[in-house]
């Protein structure tokens, strides 16, 4: 079993709506990062949350360290947010990976 | 401020060979960690190097080593390469050991043949 689960695998949206991707981890850690992978291979870090939530644009991440689950929000999405995001803990063991598809 | 940068961007070798891949941090940064990602397995750790040593390693046969200057450039080398090596190699540099932001180089697309 994979200690950091994603969900969903794969996501697609119209232009304007409202995204949500999960991040369930199993083993106690005292943050989470949240990266962005576009078509060609390279990875931005998005964030890197502790506790509560954090907001950059138009992409909010909370997390809830006593239930071991994070969120990556997308408000009015755009075709250009159309990447994999991924989760990863501080032992930098990774979700699979949500790909998300927006339409315009 | 330069990125990451990695070299060479691609590579093709084939089955026994060695390979060795090249990773440049961010000024500054003293954390480099390696990584690979195949369609099979995603993201996984191979190591991080701080300060010249080694501090942190994933599960990968010791096919998979590496090393670190002391200006921080970071190297990984892959001995007697298989065809389950074929993967994209990422390098990831920090200010501190991994468990800060992690500023990712674009990659090595290895290739076995």
């Known amino acids: 079993k994979n200690e950091v689960e994603q969900s969903p695998q794969n996501l697609t949206a119209q232009e304007g709506e409202f995204i949500t991707i999960n991040c369930s981890y199993s083993?106690?850690?005292?943050?989470l990062h949240w990266l962005q992978q576009h078509p060609g291979g390279g990875i931005v870090s998005l964030f890197m949350?502790?506790?509560g939530k954090k907001k950059h644009g138009r992409l909010i991440a909370t997390i809830n360290i006593q239930e071991k689950h994070s969120s990556l929000h997308i408000t009015a999405s755009h075709p250009r947010d159309s990447a994999v995001y991924i989760c990863?803990?501080?032992?930098?063991?990774f979700g699979a990976g949500t790909r998300l598809t927006v339409k315009p | 401020k330069a990125g990451v940068t990695q070299t060479p961007r691609y590579l093709i070798k084939t089955r026994g060979q060695q390979v060795t891949l090249s990773c440049s941090p961010i000024?500054?940064?003293?954390?480099v960690s390696w990584y690979q990602q195949t369609p099979g397995q995603g993201l996984q750790f191979l190591f991080e190097?701080?300060?010249?040593?080694?501090?942190n390693k994933g599960n990968f046969p010791g096919r998979f080593s590496g090393r670190q200057f002391s200006n921080s450039r970071s190297e990984m080398n892959v001995s007697t390469l298989e065809l389950g090596d074929s993967a994209l190699y990422l390098c990831?540099?920090?200010?501190?050991?991994?468990?800060?932001?992690?500023?990712f180089g674009p990659g090595t697309r290895l290739t076995v043949l």
């Open positions: 990863a803990d501080t032992d930098m063991r």
């Open positions: 949350l502790s506790s």
């Open positions: 190097y701080f300060s010249e040593t080694q501090r």
């Open positions: 000024s500054g940064h003293r954390s």
């Open positions: 990831a540099s920090s200010l501190t050991l991994r468990r800060g932001e992690q500023f």
């Open positions: 083993v106690g850690i005292s943050a």
